[in-house]
């Protein structure tokens, strides 16, 4: 064979490789590009607990399919008017276009592309658009070619108005006619259809949200170029385009289709496609697969939340404004001046300088709220797109103060058996610069609402009851690095001997402290780690310093970790664990992720270890917190029970119990209530993102986070049967003690009452003193009921000792006695009585003698005439 014969045959192996690949490729079109025959890309769907559509998540690709024969006809003309004039003309190639864009680039002019709708359609699908190469466009011309081979020119456009990118997040007419205009491509108006049809070539450039006055000479060039074809008339497009941008929104902005999505729920969407992402793995997509997600939220809880914390997002902003310019006019007019007129006497440079940073930061701000928005809808209105970058800067600052001078809050209510979330508001408006979920990512202070979290510890050390009695005075307690620290109580107040109860029930400092103090910070901090479901050592030491301030809440925590650990008291002391999540099915139904059966089998598997807290713990701590809301700084927000009042449908009214409790932080900052009933609990915050600023006096756990907590537990258990917390069957005894002293009440108790939960073994077996010294007869319905056995010669000798101050001699300042309880300004007084200090319980206590503290003023250091610490 010769070389001729060689050749033919590489020539011939080379056109049949070419032939078949050409004719493998042209098939792959039948597959690829025929939308009736591929799966195409589902959202995902996000359903409440009663099956309720809630939000949609798709990919970033919103695209809604239309058929070409439901579009007006003005669309398709604008189209053809500005990517194609002679689509039905040509087959699938335009020369004349390809000789304007050669000679375009050859001579530095930008004349438009040469390519025809079939050749951007091709370009779509097969190639890379962004290659500026000679071989792409050969490609690209081929797949043309193919492709006007398989479709019909209809169908081949139905395509390109379906397929080709038009916007954020937005693709095909559809999609970008309801992202733009807020309706379907099927009622678009004709200068509607010149601004869609623009995005075609460059939405970023011709996005009439971002650039309008770009937008509207492009729209203009359009719907003239429609008028020269003799698709319109040019009253119909002077009336089209008058109408348009007389009804303009300058106001707004350009965000992605994601954010611009129909929501129920946007707070609990964004945590539950959060929780997706570290559950699916592998291929899966919940963008594009079609999912369905079943979760806890009931929608009618999240709407109720919804509402009542915008309420309280609205008062506390109006309240903060109105407190912080008062307090800014009286500064201004009383302070400053003075504070000028001595810099300039005494030529005090850094204060001047300080009041004109004073005058600087005004002018800043007063630009930042102010000018800068107008400036910046000027500069959108007449295309000062120099002005941009300076408009941009003024939103950045304007965000940073913000952050520390807007007041945001966060809700989340759980189901205290399942702990389902059936509620969850993470802030003020859900959107692309508000992201932050605190109830769950936020990291706030508790104040006074952690406190129940170690008195939890205390009751089961058994040396502390509901009854035992704690003197609120001023202490000074010591750090175990020496520091000392002096705690007040809100406004300074001080109370004298107080019982547990309402030590807790009235938010007091001291005697939580002495608590604290009495059981040691291991025990305080194990407690309350358990109950906020905290297991990693390093987290716990990070989140629990071991110093005082700790028992009043000045740690950081989420609201979901302080909602459980209230939940778990209504558990009867199980574990709750919030889920957000039940299930998962594929697009075919089948279930691919069992959320909640992989937590009870876990749970299951826990046995007894699922109790965090014992039963009979839970039902004393309940009894206790069921007093805040009675008695306490939650009462005023439950409406003192009648919140929780409700009736039946045969009239009968009845209460179901709720316990709960406040908190409001140093300065003010942060303002808490957190409660629960049989049914539910439920977490409310109030506070700013960056720390710093006060809500100020009037806005406290007990003024603003309580009555939104009653308001929203109200609505939610409308409805729901009489039901109370579950009781242990063992280990609780029920007394009714003297309100005064705690200890069993004698005919002389003339101060009321108080019906108490105990561990069994830990209530009061002695008789008031306070009230009379001897009482040796008792009414029938004073007899003591579920007491141990006493001796008459103990009762008769029991005596409250009688301290005159007057009397006593100062101690030297020392060292905090550890054994008594004692602290440096302390002074330790010797009785032959039961003691009163908190280390020794009434229910242990020895008849012989005993020590405790009591504060002599004027000894140790002085403590300051206030203190912020709240409740």
């Not at 919140?643 to 039946?648: A, H, L, M, P």
Request: aromatic share 10%; hydrophobic share 40%.
């Amino acid at each position: 064979m010769g070389f001729v014969g060689v050749l033919t045959i590489i020539i011939a192996v080379l056109i049949g490789t070419g032939v078949g690949l050409s004719l493998a490729e042209t098939t792959n079109i039948k597959n690829q590009e025929n939308f009736t025959e591929f799966a195409p890309a589902l959202p995902t769907k996000i359903l409440d607990i009663n099956g309720t559509l809630i939000t949609e998540f798709s990919a970033d690709e919103k695209r809604e399919l239309v058929s070409l024969s439901e579009l007006p006809r003005h669309l398709i003309n604008a189209v053809l008017a500005r990517e194609d004039p002679d689509f039905y003309k040509h087959k699938g190639f335009s020369i004349r276009g390809i000789g304007r864009a050669v000679y375009g680039q050859l001579t530095g002019n930008n004349l438009g592309g040469g390519s025809t709708i079939t050749q951007q359609v091709a370009g779509t699908l097969y190639t890379d658009r962004t290659e500026m190469t000679l071989s792409r466009k050969l490609r690209e011309l081929w797949w043309a070619l193919q492709m006007e081979r398989r479709y019909t020119k209809n169908e081949i456009l139905e395509i390109y108005l379906n397929k080709m990118y038009m916007g954020p997040g937005v693709y095909g007419v559809e999609a970008a006619s309801k992202y733009f205009f807020g309706h379907s491509a099927r009622e678009i108006t004709l200068a509607e259809a010149a601004v869609l049809v623009i995005q075609l070539s460059s939405p970023a450039r011709y996005n009439p949200l971002d650039n309008p006055n770009t937008a509207m000479d492009r729209q203009r060039s359009v719907l003239d170029r429609m008028i020269e074809f003799g698709y319109t008339n040019r009253e119909a497009a002077e009336a089209s385009f008058n109408e348009y941008w007389a009804n303009y929104d300058y106001t707004r902005a350009s965000t992605a289709a994601y954010y611009d999505r129909k929501d129920a729920a946007p707070w609990f969407s964004e945590y539950v496609r959060r929780e997706l992402e570290g559950m699916m793995y592998g291929p899966m997509d919940y963008y594009r697969d079609g999912y369905t997600v079943h979760t806890t939220l009931n929608l009618k809880h999240q709407q109720t939340a919804a509402k009542f914390m915008e309420e309280g997002l609205v008062k506390a902003n109006k309240e903060y404004a109105k407190s912080g310019g008062a307090r800014l006019d009286r500064a201004e007019r009383t302070y400053i001046p003075v504070v000028d007129l001595l810099a300039l006497c005494f030529d005090l440079r850094g204060i001047r300088e300080t009041t004109g940073a004073q005058n600087e930061q005004k002018a800043l701000n007063k630009y930042t709220k102010v000018i800068n928005p107008v400036v910046d809808m000027a500069a959108l209105a007449f295309g000062l797109q120099d002005l941009k970058p300076i408009t941009n800067e003024g939103f950045v600052n304007l965000k940073d103060s913000t952050d520390q001078n807007v007041v945001e809050g966060a809700l989340i209510a759980i189901e205290n058996e399942t702990g389902y979330i059936t509620a969850l508001i993470g802030g003020s408006k859900y959107d692309e610069s508000n992201q932050l979920i605190r109830a769950t990512q936020g990291r706030v202070m508790p104040g006074s609402s952690f406190k129940p979290l170690y008195y939890s510890a205390a009751i089961d050390t058994r040396q502390f009851t509901a009854a035992s009695l704690i003197y609120d005075i001023p202490v000074v307690f010591h750090n175990e690095d020496g520091t000392p620290y002096i705690p007040l109580n809100f406004k300074g107040e001080w109370k004298g001997s107080v019982l547990l109860y309402n030590a807790l029930a009235q938010s007091m400092n001291v005697p939580s402290l002495k608590i604290l103090d009495s059981i040691g910070f291991d025990a305080a901090i194990n407690r309350a780690a358990a109950l906020l479901g905290i297991e990693d050592p390093a987290v716990k030491r990070r989140t629990f310093p071991r110093v005082y301030p700790m028992g009043l809440g000045i740690i950081s925590i989420a609201p979901i970790q302080m909602a459980r650990a209230f939940a778990t008291f209504a558990n009867q002391g199980r574990e709750v664990v919030p889920i957000a999540i039940r299930s998962v099915q594929d697009r075919n139904g089948k279930v691919i992720l069992d959320t909640e059966r992989e937590v009870r089998l876990r749970q299951r598997q826990m046995g007894n270890n699922i109790q965090v807290i014992s039963p009979q713990n839970a039902y004393v701590m309940t009894s206790i917190l069921k007093k805040t809301v009675e008695i306490g700084t939650l009462a005023y927000g439950a409406g003192w029970g009648a919140k929780f009042t409700f009736q039946d449908d045969q009239g009968k009214r009845y209460r179901i119990p709720a316990a709960g409790k406040t908190g409001t932080t140093q300065n003010w900052s942060d303002a808490w209530a957190v409660g629960f009933t049989p049914y539910y609990t439920s977490a409310i915050w109030f506070g700013f993102d960056k720390p710093g600023n006060s809500l100020g006096l009037s806005l406290t756990g007990a003024t603003l986070s309580g009555p939104i907590w009653g308001d929203f537990m109200r609505e939610i258990h409308q409805g729901l049967p009489e039901k109370n917390f579950i009781r242990p069957s063992s280990g609780i005894i029920d007394v009714a003690v003297c309100a005064k002293s705690g200890l069993l009440r004698t005919p002389a108790c003339n101060e009321g009452e108080v019906s108490l939960s105990f561990l069994e073994g830990t209530q009061p077996v002695q008789y008031c003193t306070i009230h009379g010294e001897k009482n040796t007869t008792f009414p029938a319905d004073l007899e003591p009921r579920d007491i141990l056995a006493i001796d008459d010669s103990l009762t008769n000798g029991l005596k409250m000792p009688t301290l005159s101050l007057d009397l006593l001699a100062g101690t030297p300042a020392g060292s905090r006695n550890r054994s008594t309880g004692a602290s440096q300004g302390d002074r330790v007084i010797r009785g032959t009585a039961s003691p009163v200090d908190e280390t020794t319980p009434w229910a242990e206590a020895p008849a012989d003698e005993v020590e405790y503290p009591v504060f002599i003023p004027g000894n140790g250091p002085e403590l300051p005439a206030y203190n912020p610490l709240l409740d």
